[in-house]
């Protein structure tokens, strides 16, 4: 356990931060200030940490006060001094002796390294500030009086940017400096010392960081980034967010290249603006028909797939994704991966939608399409490469990142695991199911026929629901087609053949599925006495956001 000495001028709240959060197992061994009314004592003490006072004498100079703060810290172990607010430069009469010092700056060093970081920042007009975490190097001459360009001039352990918005005043930066990049950055470098994790070299200023570097899981993954800075630039305000009584805005990032709903171009210029729930909506539809090669469009409600299809005109792939879920596609979002032609733009309005979004449009399309009033019209773009990398869920207190989902499945990767082979049709189709469930909430799984979808149920907590939900819409919900021989899609493995059981009473004739499960035996033989096909894909395809 790594053992900290906090040195504070007043208050100490990074000091308190890091006690309360005790990042990668650090304890504080003792508190020390030099004012016996500093808060940070008591506060301290009432969290049980010891405390000592070693107040300046008046005429004391600076070395002999260091050796009485040296001779206050001797009774307490620690590995590790940090400095907060301490408001006395330190020479090698303290330094050689202790360990390893650190300080933090509200400013990103070198830039605005005196006493008025924030009043600094916003005169030189900077849009950025933040804060810097330092090690504590000797800035003094041999008299002990200050050397006032080696202050705060030890090598950098970690920084934290701070944005600094239009109508900023001293205080509300320094707000956030404080209370923002300091509870950030200070807490992560005792982390990394208390991780063994950092290499200081005083002679070259240099300091390294071992965690702070990609993480690599195995020859398949490049790994994550040890720190997300993100910058994003608000780009509207929204009415509203899920709810009307939630504030809400869409940031963009500038630096995105790939098709985005965020940097969309909405043709109707009287229409509504997107609103928060359309934004998510769009978003999940454009990520599904750009699963697809050939002509494919899809109907999104509540981010789920109320429809999707692939077939050899645009027209002809929405009219059967429509045909899927045609009561569940009212008032949802409708996305295409080819340039929008007057045949599926005319197919578009004949029922309530909020917004179509695709690479481009004929002029005829348009003019159809804008035919409804409030019809959001977004162009993407050119549907180039996949290029972001991750996706994030922000949650109370930090975020989960991980990799986007953007596995594919061929005929030749499929392991057939019952008596009967799928036919050639089958496999065709079980390939489309697979990508079409990735973008199903889980439990998801899916009904299809060709390359077109039949039923879909989506985001229940029992799998075998979710069959029966995926049966109920195929039957009482799809126009022109039904469950009778079609394929399911299931995105995990089947724990119990009473999901194989309930998919032979809705008809399914072929199954894909994961696999792995300790029952994979018993869903085996389940399908092999309903005269069921089945593959496995080896890989999952979870869906919870």
Known sequence: MTRLAGMAGN???????IADRAPGGAELAVVLATDEDAPVLED???????????????????????????????DHEFDLVCLDGYMRILSDTFLSEAPTTLNVHPSLLPAFPGTDAWGDALSAGV???????????DATDDAGEVIESEVDAGPIVTQEPVPVYDGDDEESLKERVLYEGEFRAYPRAVKWFAEDAVEVDLETGEVTVEVDVASTEGADHDGLPARRLVSDDRADTLRYGENPHQDAAVYEDYTTEEASVVGADQLNEGAKALSYNNYNDADGALNLIKEFEEPAAAVIKHTNPAGCATADTLAEAYEKALATDPMSAFGGIVALNRECDAATAERVI????????????????LETLFEKENLRVLDVGELND?????????LVGGRLVQERDLQSVAVEDLEVVTEREPSDEELETMVFAWQTLKH???????????????????????????????????DEQAEGKDADGAVMASDAFFPFPDGIEAAAEAGIAAVVQPGG???????????????????????RAFRHD
Request: proline share 3%; charged share 30%.
């Open 350 to 365: 004949d029922s309530f939608k909020e917004v179509v979004v695709a690479p481009g449009y004929t002029d005829d399309a």
């Open 440 to 474: 199903v909430k889980s439990n998801g799984i899916l009904f299809a026929d060709g390359t077109e979808t039949v039923g879909v149920g989506m985001g229940q907590v029992s799998r075998v629901d979710a069959v029966r939900l995926a049966a109920m819409k195929a």
């Open 386 to 394: 996949r290029t972001e990398r991750f996706t994030e869920k922000p």
């Open 127 to 137: 849009s950025v500030t933040g804060c810097t975490v330092h090690v504590v190097t």
């Open 517 to 539: 499960s300790v029952n994979d035996d018993d869903v085996i033989e389940a399908a092999d006495d309903h005269g069921m096909a089945m593959a496995f894909t080896g890989q």
């Open 44 to 74: 301290a003490a009432e969290r049980g940490i010891p405390t000592e006072t070693v107040p300046l004498r008046e005429g004391e100079q600076r070395r002999e006060h260091e050796e009485r703060v040296l001779d206050a810290l001797a």
């Open 11 to 17: 208050r100490g709240r990074n000091l308190l931060n």
